[in-house]
């Protein structure tokens, strides 16, 4: 068989990886796939946007199955496209993938279901967004300090109260001589201050638990975890005012901030059958101790010994069954790798997003530890027979690394020489997938091979262990051997799931 799988990152080149490794497929490509994916398959410079392109190279050459890895392609309705040219694509239709291409449409549904996730609310404009933040209760005192016309207390209840009192004591016009002073009570506390600005910053600093999304595809950026007023004020602004993300913030959902910890549940199914792979946890924020920006995904690993099997049991019966239930009754059957981002709070599992393909870093970790024929198991979910499919799993666990490029999640530079590559690849239990990776090319020269940096995220270092503390000593042991410049990684992949198992 011949096999296309569609993408460039970490991701496709684990595809690629695996399901070379199956003795009915002869030949991998990747459109447009990276430098790593051009040593596990052939690459093709077709990019994963140009369905007409892919689709006409797919029947020029016989393809036997195509898998889509990047959620864009899908939820612009490539395997529609596919399957109209009578070709065989493994990954949910359009209608389908709108379950991560739009986040008001996951959350609606999931209420119809009754499938376990935080409140929300939606909203369509920055002012009324804005308005339902500064609503928040603050129970604050305002009183004005100095020579003033209001001398009387202001019981202000929330954030927007709070701010206009301010605006009050600080008017020129209420003032009746210099040196008038705002005074916050919170809880017997009391605070001076000497400018309206000094006031409203300690106002919008108030800690707040909100979670703000914008509604469409942002390449794994568009989540905001507010921790004050402030932030989600600068949140809505750069989703809905800045439009950074574009279309995608169209509409925003503001949820509650749900407190526990977070694991990933990656499953195939046919729209019949549901085959849950092992868990894993991905550590999504940029830098150590959960800090910094939201990212694609710094690292990951696998099992998370949090998901033990009874928990498995409850998320397969109360979140996978149902949500596939509700696409089938609303006339959009499943078909392909459904992603569960779960936070495992004290009142159960609840969902944080739902995606429609394989996890970015999870799925390098996760196929690191499948024993079992990958074409196979994705064959059978095109030909609705997942039924007879049984999985087999390494019972090592995985660790995943991720390098980066110096300014990621911002601005990065690209074509940094890659150094070690070979002597990282050696280690045992150890593999190298390709993220952000380009063969150097000269104009005068031609192409060289010479491996470069090309994108954020760069490579996912990933190693198998004993243990996982093993597992994650062989990662970090590879990733100090390879060396770019401006290269950086969280250094604490791993570290929640050792400190719980500690005695």
Sequence with gaps: MKVLVIGKGGREHALCWKLKQSPRVRTVYCAPGNAGTALDAHNISLEAGDTRALTQFAKREGVHLT?????????????DAFQREGLR???????????????????????????????????????????????????????????????????????????????????????????????????GQRRIFSTAAEARDYVLGRPLGMV???????AGKGVSVCDNLRQALEAIDQIMVRRIFGKAGDRLIIEERLDGQEASILALTDGRTIVPLESSQDHKRAFDHDEGPNTGGMGAYSPAPIVTPELMDQVEREILVPVVHALKRARRPFRGALYAGLM????????????????????????????????????????????????????????????ASEGYPGHYERARVINNLEEA???????????????????????????????????????????????????????????????WYRRDIGNRALRAARP
């Excluded at 198991?377 to 095109?382: M, N, T």
């Excluded at 150097?440 to 940096?453: E, M, N, Q, S, Y």
């Design 425 to 487: 690849e050696r280690m045992p239990g150890v593999k190298v997938f390709h993220a952000g990776t380009a063969l150097r090319t000269d104009p005068a020269l031609g192409r060289d091979d010479r491996i470069v940096t090309d994108g954020g995220r760069v490579l996912d270092v990933t190693a198998l262990g004993d243990t996982l503390a093993d597992a994650k000593a062989r990662a970090y042991e590879a990733v100090r051997a390879i060396r770019f410049a401006g290269a």
């Design 67 to 79: 898998v889509v890895g990047p959620e864009e392609p899908l939820t612009n309705g490539i395997v």
């Design 89 to 187: 694509a493994f990954g949910p239709r359009r209608d389908a993938a709108e379950l991560e291409g739009s986040k008001v449409f996951a959350k609606e549904l999931m209420r119809q279901a009754g499938i376990p996730t935080a409140d929300y609310r939606i909203f369509h404009s920055a002012p009324d967004a804005e308005h339902y933040v500064l609503s928040r209760e603050v129970s604050l005192v305002v009183r004005s300090k100095g020579r003033s016309t209001l001398r009387h207390t202001l019981l202000c209840r929330t954030a927007s109260e709070t701010l206009e009192a301010i605006d009050r004591i600080m008017d020129p016009r209420e003032q009746l001589g210099p040196g008038v002073q705002v005074e916050i009570e919170e809880r």
């Design 344 to 403: 495992l709070t004290n009142q159960g599992p609840k969902v944080l997003e739902f995606n429609v393909r394989l996890g970015d870093p999870e799925c390098q970790a996760v196929l690191m530890r499948l024993k079992s024929d990958l074409f196979e198991a994705l064959d059978a979910v095109v030909d609705e027979r997942l039924d007879t499919v049984t999985l087999e799993w390494d019972p090592r666990p995985a660790v995943t690394v991720v390098m």
């Design 212 to 218: 703000i999304k914008a509604d469409g595809l942002a």
